[in-house]
């Protein structure tokens, strides 16, 4: 029989749409299509492709919960998120009870195997892919990592991970902030961290993250706690917090005291209006940078505490 999943349809400024997907995945969303496209877990949509101002998405929730429910928590989030995505509010959300049918399979054809830097390979999992004798593979089922594994906020977040473990030596502790789908720490361990621990305050986002943990097999060097930031104990050698830039900005004093002397700190999630108010209030800190980089709408600042 064919499972039955609630397919929830809002329509969201173009401004805001990595925001929103992000916020859902956050929720148990399982897939989103937008329009009469599949959004693209692992390559960032081309922005000069007559990009309109408005999307139409269909979000698909597994039916565990009641449809007033989900209905309620959806709201709920997205009227946090109103205030930074100008457009969004008021909301109108259309919810039906679909069948699987294929839109689970169908958006298979738009996932490929992705590089990240050197040697860092994201792929789905059912994608086969031989690597080279210094590749390393991360796999991601969309499913349950989507919202977190692939825009442009966390590509950029890849990319500074995967340079920075690229020079020696390699970051030994590794905290991941806000971890979601688990894509960042899982990374950090197959590109040589020995212990990784990735954060998250969201009961769901832990369970996914755990469940990615365990199909890359890194177990034994990834730890997955849903304790928030200011509870964590000792200093990191690296610390990735890919996050909306006004949590950057209020976890920092915490953020900035983690980082263990020569280490790394990567600040992705960050709207590019949003870069000179975040790199001011880190301005504060006692550290090297930021080196910039940039995707689309989004930044990404790399910044090094001196030893």
Known sequence: MKTIWYELKIEVPASGLDLVCNEL????????????????????????????????ISAYFPTEGDEAGLRAQVTERLEWLGPLVPGLLPLAMHCQPVREQDWAEGWKQHFNAVRIGRRLIVKPTWEDWSPAADEVVV??????????????????????????????????????????????????AALGARRVLGCDIEEESCRVARENVALNGVGDRVEITGAPLE??????????????????????????????????????????????????VFARYALHGPEVTREAEWVCLRYRKPV
Do not use: Q, W
């Open 25 to 56: 995945g956050e929720l148990g969303c399982a897939g989103i299509t937008v329009e009469d496209r599949a959004l693209d877990t692992f390559v960032v949509p081309d922005p000069d492709v007559d990009a309109p101002e408005r999307y139409n």
């Open 139 to 188: 796999n991601l089922d969309p499913g349950m990592a989507f919202g977190t594994g692939t825009h442009g906020t966390t590509r950029l977040c890849l990319e500074a991970l995967a340079e920075r473990c690229d020079e020696s030596p390699v970051p030994v502790r590794v905290l991941d902030v806000g971890t979601g789908s688990g894509i960042l720490a899982i990374a950090a």
């Open 231 to 280: 509870s964590l104990e000792g200093d990191f050698d690296m610390i990735l917090a890919n996050i909306l830039a006004e949590e950057n900005i209020r976890l920092g004093d915490e953020l900035a005291r983690r980082l263990a002397p020569g280490g790394t700190l990567i600040l992705s999630g960050i709207l590019g209006e949003k870069e000179d108010l975040v790199a001011r």
